[in-house]
C-alpha cells in the first residue's frame, strides 16, 4: 500500500481509493486509516500467483470519521513521522556504510600491526575517517 502523488498506470489488482467527498474525508486521512488496517487487509488476499484483495473486504471495512479539523491535525502528525521515518530509512544505511568503512580501516590498521608493518599518520587517517 502506497501512496501516489503521480499518474500511474492501475493494473487488475491495484486499487486506486479516493474519497468522494473531501469536507467530511480527508484523502490523506483515509490513506492512514487504511495503512494502519494493511496487516488485516493483507490477511484476506485471495489467490495463489498473483494475490488480490476482494472488493467486499474493502467496502466493508469500518473507518472512524472525526470532525475534518481532527483529521488534518491527525495527518499533520502523521505526515511528520512518516517524513522522519523515511528520513532514518535512507540516513541509517548510509551511517551503517561508514561505520563499515570506520570499521574497515582500524581492522587493516591493527592487523598491519600485528604483521609489523604499520604506518602512522594522523592525516591519513583523518582523511579516511572523512569519506
Not at 35 to 63: F, H, Q, T, W
Request: with cysteine; hydrophobic share 35%; charged share 30%.
Amino acid at each position: 500500500m502506497d501512496w501516489q502523488n503521480t499518474n500511474f498506470w492501475a493494473g487488475a489488482h491495484c486499487y486506486v481509493i479516493k474519497t468522494k467527498n473531501e469536507d467530511k474525508l480527508l484523502n490523506r486521512y483515509l490513506y492512514f486509516v487504511l495503512k494502519d488496517k494493511e496487516s488485516y487487509l493483507m490477511e484476506n488476499k485471495e489467490g495463489a500467483g498473483i494475490p488480490s484483495l476482494p472488493r467486499n473486504i474493502i467496502k466493508n471495512l469500518k473507518v472512524s470519521i472525526p470532525s475534518i479539523e481532527k483529521q488534518k491535525v491527525l495527518v499533520n502528525i502523521l505526515n511528520t513521522f512518516e517524513e522522519l521515518t523515511n528520513t532514518l530509512k535512507t540516513g541509517l544505511p548510509k551511517e551503517i556504510e561508514l561505520r563499515e568503512q570506520q570499521y574497515a580501516y582500524y581492522r587493516d590498521k591493527l592487523l598491519s600491526f600485528a604483521q609489523g608493518t604499520l604506518e602512522v599518520s594522523p592525516e591519513r587517517e583523518r582523511e579516511s575517517l572523512r569519506s
